[in-house]
């Protein structure tokens, strides 16, 4: 399973979901998380609030998605530094973080 790419999908509930905080998170993802070795395809983005139908789940703020050549760049980029710094400059805003890992063919 190693050599399959890695699609690596974070969910961030804010405890302050204003504006400025939203930015500030997708902000934060591009300075600290785009640059990881390794990295297919990267984005960080808000909420559709507008898609609401009964499939739709909007209890979260920002959507970060990032796929991985593979797990073992995935596994790296836990680790590092610029990782690490982005969980210590926002961790505190965060009410819940979710996150979903999948293979992808």
């Known amino acids: 399973m190693?050599?399959?790419n890695l699609a690596h999908n974070v969910f961030f509930t804010?405890?302050?979901s204003s504006d400025k905080a939203v930015n500030k998170l997708i902000k934060d993802c591009n300075?600290?998380?785009?640059?990881?070795?390794g990295i297919l395809y990267f984005s960080?983005?808000?909420?559709?609030?507008?898609h609401n139908r009964e499939v739709n789940i909007n209890d979260f703020h920002v959507g970060?998605?990032?796929?991985?050549?593979d797990k073992s760049h995935h596994d790296k980029y836990q680790v590092a530094e610029d990782h690490i710094n982005f969980i210590d400059r926002?961790?505190?805003?965060?009410?819940?973080?979710?996150?979903f890992d999948t293979y992808i063919d």
């Open 90 to 99: 926002n961790k505190d805003n965060w009410a819940q973080v979710r996150v």
């Open 44 to 50: 960080a983005g808000r909420l559709v609030k507008e």
């Open 31 to 37: 300075t600290y998380l785009k640059d990881s070795p």
């Open 14 to 16: 804010l405890k302050d």
């Open 2 to 4: 190693d050599k399959k």
């Open 64 to 69: 970060l998605h990032v796929v991985f050549v």
